[in-house]
Nanobody, 125 residues
Framework: QVQLVESGGGLVQAGGSLRLSCAAS????????MGWFRQAPGKEREFVAT????????DYADSVKGRFTISRDNAKKTVYLQMNSLKPEDTAVYYC??????????????????WGQGTQVTVSS
């Protein structure tokens, strides 16, 4: 079992930046691929970014490419999401995800192994 705890959410103006963190505990942090999803009010949870267990491979949703960067520190059992040039449409609850995979988290919400409790990100216009 893996427990995931997100932090770093908050209120920011459009064009600003935030860095989310996700600390893992429980069973070994690796080899788990990690990722971030988000869910806006009235919408389904959607994939945002993923990183391989080694940190060498990343992938992003088209809507955040060039603005968000995912990274991980396996020594600290922590994954990060640096969010720059934030837009009001980025407003959502952001969830950390972990999968027993070397390469990436599942793109389908129902196939993800572990979830954090979520952290709210609100971008004002």
């Amino acid at each position: 079992q893996v427990q995931l705890v997100e932090s770093g959410g908050g209120l920011v103006q459009a064009g600003g930046s935030l860095r989310l963190s996700c600390a893992a505990s429980g069973r070994t942090f690796s080899p788990y691929a990690m990722g971030w999803f988000r869910q806006a009010p009235g919408k389904e949870r959607e994939f945002v970014a993923t990183i391989s267990w080694s940190g060498g491979t990343t992938d992003y949703a088209d809507s955040v490419k060039g603005r968000f960067t995912i990274s991980r520190d396996n020594a600290k059992k922590t994954v990060y999401l640096q969010m720059n040039s934030l837009k009001p449409e980025d407003t959502a609850v952001y969830y950390c995800a972990a999968d027993k995979s070397f390469l990436r988290v599942a793109a389908t919400v129902g196939d993800v192994d572990y979830w954090g409790q979520g952290t709210q990100v609100t971008v004002s216009s």
